[in-house]
C-alpha cells in the first residue's frame, strides 16, 4: 500500500479510530482561495508528543466552541424577511436544513487531519490547515479553523507526498475516540518513507457494527483521484472486492454535491444499489459527510417491481440491447394507414385532404420525434394543409385558426386512428402476444428461436391483467421513453453494475443523458446471465464516454482470504489480475469438512459470537430458513437478512444471493458446493460470498468443495 508515515510517528495508549496514508503528484489547488484556511494554528508546537496532544484537544474545543456558535447564528436567523408564504416556507426549510448540518456529532470528530506548511511557502498557503468534515470558522474575525475535506485546498491531504508536496511539509494525522482526540501520527513530505499508517490499518481493522460508515479521514490518493473527478466526466471502476468502491462512488455523490451544489440541488443525484438491505447498509454514509438529500433506490424502485419471475435465458434476451431496436419498430407499427382523408367543415366551406395527403403527412414525420410529440405534430400538420386549402380560397387565416382546426372533431378523430395514442404497457402487450407483430419488429434483429422465446405461452387477457417480469420492467421503460422523455438527472453513482442488463444501463442511461455517471463495480463479481463482458460495453450502453480506471489494492479481505477466493478467478474472469489486500491475515481463513453440518454451523456461530463485531453466516439460498431456525432452537441470537430487510443483529443469516456489497468481521461459509449448484453463474456468487470478511473467514462443508477451490489448506 502507498505509505509513508513517520518522524513522531507517535500515539496514545488508547485506540485511534481514525487516520489516513500518502499521495502522488497534483494539481495545485483551485478557486475558493481562503475556505477553512487556518493561519494562525499552532504552528510552535511542543516537541513533548503530551503536549502535541494538549494543544490540538485545545484546537479541537476551540473548533467545537466555533461550531456551537456557528449554529446558535443560524438558529437565530428567521424566515420572516421572506415576502410571501411559499417563500417563507421554503427559507424556513432552508435554516432547519442548515442548523441540522451545523450539528456538533459528539462521536465525530471534527477534524482528522492537519497539514503544516514548508517555510517560505508561497502564495495563499495558510501556515496551518485542520482537515474535517466540515467547515468550521470563528464567528468574530471569521478566521476558519476546520476545511472542508471536499475544499479544492484541502486535496493536499490526501494527495502530497514526498514526490509532490504541493508546498507542505508534514501530514498529521489524528486517532479519535468517542470524538476524543487520542493519538497522532506526523509523516514528513521529504522523502522519508516509515511503512503503513497505522491510524489507517486500525481503522481498517476497526470492528464493523451496523451500517458502513465513511472513508473520509483516510481515502487514499487513487481513490481521490476518482472521487475529486468534474462533474462533467463519467467515471467508472473496476475493483477487486473491498478496493473501496462503494466508498468511493458514496463520497464522490458527497464531493460533488459541494463543488456543485446548486446545480445539483436542482438536477439532483442518485445512487443506484442491488437491493435494499444493501441500500440500508450505506443509508448512512452521505448523512455522516452532511448531505441528506441524495436519492437511493434500486432499479425496481426505478421502473417498477417485477411482479413475475422467467426463465434466465429470456430474461437475458429482453436485456438484450437488440431489443431496443424492436421496440422502436413496434411503437412506429402502432402508426396505421388512413381509412379516408379528412373533411373539415368552417360556415358552409368544406375543406378537405384525401387519404394520400394524410398518409404522406404521417410518413413524414413518423420516426423523426417522440412519438407523443409526433402526435401533436400530425395534428398541427393537418391542420396547416387546411389552412393551405383556406388561404388558397382567399381567406387569411391565422395561427389561432390552425390551433382550432388541429382541435377540432374531425382532425382529432383522424389523429386517433391514425397516429393513436399509445402506452408502453400497450405496445410490449402486442408485441410479447402477437406473433405477426414481433416478427415484423424482430426482422433481421432477432432470429426465430428468439422470437418464439419472447412470446407470451399464455398471453394474458389484457395489458392491464400482465404481470410484467424485471427485464419486462426495462422494456416499457425504453417504450415510455420513445413515447416521452425521460427527465435526466444530474449525476448518478450505479453501484455493482456489472449486474445489469443492457436495456436496464440504456433506462439509468436515460437518467443521466443531460448528466453524467459514476459506474462502479468488478467484472468478477458478475452473477446475472446478462453480466457486463466488458466496462466498455457497459459505457456504450449507458450512453456514456468515460474513463475506465481500476483500484486494486483491497481493504476489506485479509490477503489470505482473498488469495484462497482468487482461485476461482482464472475461471470465471480470466482477464482480471489476482487482486491484493492491504493486510496479510496469514491466520484468517479456516476451512473444514464436517459430518454434520448444522451442529457445526451453530457451534461456529457460537465461537463467531465470542469474538468482537459482526458475524455473517452466509449460506445457500435454500438453507437460511433451517439454518435459522437450528440457531433459534439452539437459543443462538440472530436476524435472517431479506430483500427488503437491512441487519441489526450482530449475527445474521445471509442468503448467497443477498451477500453483494456487504461485509462482515467474521464471515461462515456455508456448502460451497450447493452456493455453486444453485446458479447458472454460481462460481461468481461463490466469489463474492469468500469476499465478504473484514477479520475471518470460516468455511463449512459436508459435500466435496467446488473442484476449482483445490489444493485448500485444510484444518
Ligand atoms: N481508504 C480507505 N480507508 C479505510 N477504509 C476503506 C478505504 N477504502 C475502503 N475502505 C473500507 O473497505 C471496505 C470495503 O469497501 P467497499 O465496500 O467500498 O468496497 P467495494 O470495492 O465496493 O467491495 P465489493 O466489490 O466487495 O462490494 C469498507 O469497509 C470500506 O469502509
Not at 473496476?238 to 451544489?261: C, N
Not at 424485471?470 to 450505479?494: F, K, Q, W, Y
Not at 456514456?544 to 482468487?566: H, I, K, M, N, S
Not at 456448502?671 to 446458479?679: G, T
Amino acid at each position: 500500500m502507498p505509505a509513508d508515515p513517520t518522524a513522531v510517528a507517535r500515539e496514545s495508549p488508547e485506540e485511534p479510530d481514525t487516520g489516513e496514508t500518502e499521495p502522488p503528484p497534483a494539481e495545485p489547488p483551485q478557486a475558493e482561495p481562503q475556505d477553512g484556511l487556518s493561519q494562525d494554528g499552532p504552528q510552535d508546537e511542543p516537541a513533548d508528543s503530551e503536549a502535541v496532544l494538549a494543544a490540538e484537544r485545545a484546537h479541537l474545543a476551540e473548533s467545537r466552541a466555533a461550531l456551537r456558535r456557528m449554529r446558535e447564528t443560524a438558529r437565530s436567523l428567521s424566515a420572516d424577511v421572506a415576502a410571501d408564504w411559499v417563500s417563507r416556507q421554503y427559507l424556513e426549510s432552508l435554516l432547519d436544513q442548515r442548523v441540522a448540518a451545523l450539528a456538533d456529532q459528539p462521536d465525530t470528530p471534527l477534524f482528522f487531519g492537519r497539514m503544516d506548511a514548508r517555510d517560505g511557502r508561497g502564495g495563499d498557503l495558510p501556515a496551518t490547515m485542520y482537515v474535517g468534515r466540515r467547515h468550521v470558522h470563528d464567528g468574530d474575525e471569521g478566521r476558519p479553523l476546520v476545511l472542508d475535506w471536499r475544499a479544492p485546498v484541502a486535496r493536499a491531504f490526501y494527495r502530497a507526498g514526498s514526490a509532490d508536496p504541493m508546498g507542505w511539509r508534514r501530514r498529521r494525522r489524528f486517532g479519535f475516540q468517542g470524538g476524543e482526540l487520542t493519538a497522532y501520527e506526523d509523516e514528513p513530505l521529504d522523502g522519508r518513507s516509515l511503512g503503513p499508517s497505522s491510524i489507517l490499518t486500525r481503522e481498517i481493522e476497526r470492528p464493523r457494527t451496523g451500517p458502513m460508515r465513511d472513508i473520509v479521514a483516510t481515502i487514499q490518493p487513487d481513490q481521490d483521484e476518482i472521487v475529486r473527478a468534474g462533474l462533467p466526466d463519467t467515471v467508472c471502476v473496476q475493483g477487486a472486492p473491498g478496493t473501496g468502491k462503494t466508498a468511493v462512488g458514496l463520497h464522490r455523490a458527497a464531493y460533488l454535491l459541494f463543488a456543485h451544489r446548486e446545480r445539483l440541488a436542482r438536477s439532483g443525484v442518485l445512487i443506484v444499489g442491488p437491493n435494499r438491505a444493501f441500500l440500508a447498509y450505506i443509508s448512512a454514509v452521505l448523512p455522516a459527510l452532511g448531505e441528506i438529500r441524495v436519492d437511493q433506490a434500486t432499479v425496481d424502485d426505478l421502473l417498477g417491481a417485477p411482479a413475475a419471475g422467467e426463465p434466465a435465458d429470456v430474461a437475458a434476451l429482453k436485456g438484450d440491447a437488440r431489443m431496443a431496436e424492436v421496440l422502436r419498430r413496434a411503437l412506429w407499427r402502432q402508426i396505421r394507414k388512413p381509412e379516408e382523408g379528412l373533411l373539415y367543415t368552417r360556415g358552409v366551406s368544406r375543406f378537405r385532404l384525401a387519404d394520400h395527403e394524410v398518409r404522406e403527412i404521417a410518413a413524414s414525420l413518423r420516426g423523426t420525434m417522440r412519438y407523443a410529440n409526433g402526435r401533436a405534430a400530425f395534428a398541427q400538420r393537418l391542420a396547416h394543409q387546411v389552412l393551405v386549402l383556406m388561404e388558397r380560397r382567399g381567406e387569411a387565416p391565422d395561427d389561432r385558426v390552425q390551433d382550432q382546426v388541429a382541435r377540432s372533431r374531425p382532425v382529432k378523430q383522424l389523429v386517433d386512428q391514425v397516429w393513436p395514442k399509445v402506452t408502453a404497457e400497450q405496445v410490449l402487450y402486442r408485441l410479447l402476444s402477437d406473433a405477426d407483430l414481433l416478427r415484423t419488429a424482430a426482422k433481421g434483429v432477432l432470429g426465430e428461436d428468439e422470437q418464439a422465446a419472447l412470446l407470451w405461452r399464455k398471453p394474458y387477457r389484457s395489458h392491464r391483467s400482465a404481470k410484467w417480469t424485471a427485464a419486462d420492467r426495462a422494456l416499457l421503460d425504453e417504450l415510455n421513453d420513445l413515447i416521452e422523455r425521460t427527465p435526466s438527472l444530474g449525476h448518478i453513482v450505479v453501484d455493482e453494475a456489472q449486474d445489469l442488463s443492457a436495456m436496464q444501463l440504456r433506462a439509468l442511461g436515460r437518467r443521466c443523458a443531460t448528466g453524467s455517471a459514476t459506474v462502479l463495480g468488478d467484472l468478477a463479481q458478475g452473477t446475472t446471465a446478462w453480466s457486463a463482458r466488458s466496462w466498455d460495453e457497459v459505457l456504450r450502453h449507458l450512453g456514456q464516454d468515460g474513463q475506465v480506471t481500476e483500484l486494486t489494492l483491497g481493504f476489506r479481505v485479509p490477503g489470505a482470504v482473498l488469495d484462497y477466493a482468487a482461485r476461482l478467478l482464472p475461471h470465471i474472469a480470466p482477464g482480471l489480475a489476482a487482486p491484493r489486500s492491504l493486510r496479510a491475515g496469514t491466520d484468517a481463513l479456516t476451512v473444514r469438512q464436517v459430518p454434520d453440518l448444522a451442529e457445526a454451523v451453530v457451534a461456529e456461530a457460537r465461537r463467531a459470537l465470542e469474538r468482537e463485531g459482526s458475524v455473517g453466516l452466509i449460506v445457500p439460498d435454500a438453507m437460511a430458513a433451517a439454518h435459522a431456525e437450528a440457531l433459534a432452537g439452539a437459543g443462538v441470537p440472530h436476524g435472517l437478512l431479506g430483500p427488503d430487510t437491512g441487519d441489526g443483529d450482530r449475527l445474521l443469516v445471509v442468503p448467497a444471493t443477498l451477500a453483494k456489497g456487504l461485509e462482515y468481521d467474521h464471515v461462515i461459509v456455508v456448502e460451497p458446493a450447493e452456493i455453486v449448484a444453485a446458479e447458472p453463474r454460481g462460481l461468481a456468487r461463490l466469489y463474492v460470498v469468500l469476499t465478504r470478511a473484514v477479520t475471518s473467514l470460516t468455511v463449512l462443508h459436508r459435500d466435496p468443495l467446488p473442484g476449482e477451490l483445490d489444493a485448500v489448506p485444510s484444518r
